[in-house]
């Protein structure tokens, strides 16, 4: 079993930075593909990034190419999220998950872990 724990979120102005982080906890976690997902109100739970056991194979959601990026370090059972030139639409809370699958998981029923997740909030 993998307990995540995210932090990093919080108020920004658009074309800022956050660096979200996600610690884990759990024997399991370095054979884990992790993954960040994003909820907006009234909205879907959407996926952000993977990465996978390894940290050398990475998915990014096309919205956020090229602004976010997904890392992980096994020594300290964390993986981040860097996210550069935020956007208004980039505001929702985000969530980070584990999954038994590869990097390629993309949907939320393909994690079974999730964090409780942490409000991301751009200003224009």
């Known amino acids: 079993q993998v307990q995540l724990v995210e932090s990093g979120g919080g108020l920004v102005q658009a074309g800022g930075s956050l660096r979200l982080s996600c610690a884990a906890s759990?024997?399991?976690?370095?054979?884990?593909?992790m993954g960040w997902f994003r909820q907006a109100p009234g909205k879907e739970r959407e996926f952000v990034s993977s990465i996978n056991w390894s940290g050398d194979v990475t998915y990014v959601a096309a919205s956020v190419k090229g602004r976010f990026t997904i890392s992980r370090d096994r020594a300290k059972n964390t993986v981040y999220l860097q996210m550069n030139s935020l956007k208004p639409e980039d505001t929702a809370v985000y969530y980070c998950a584990a999954s038994p699958l590869s990097a390629a998981a993309s949907s939320p029923a393909e994690y079974g872990n999730w964090g409780q997740g942490t409000q991301v909030t751009v200003s224009s």
């Open positions: 759990g024997r399991t976690f370095s054979s884990r593909t």
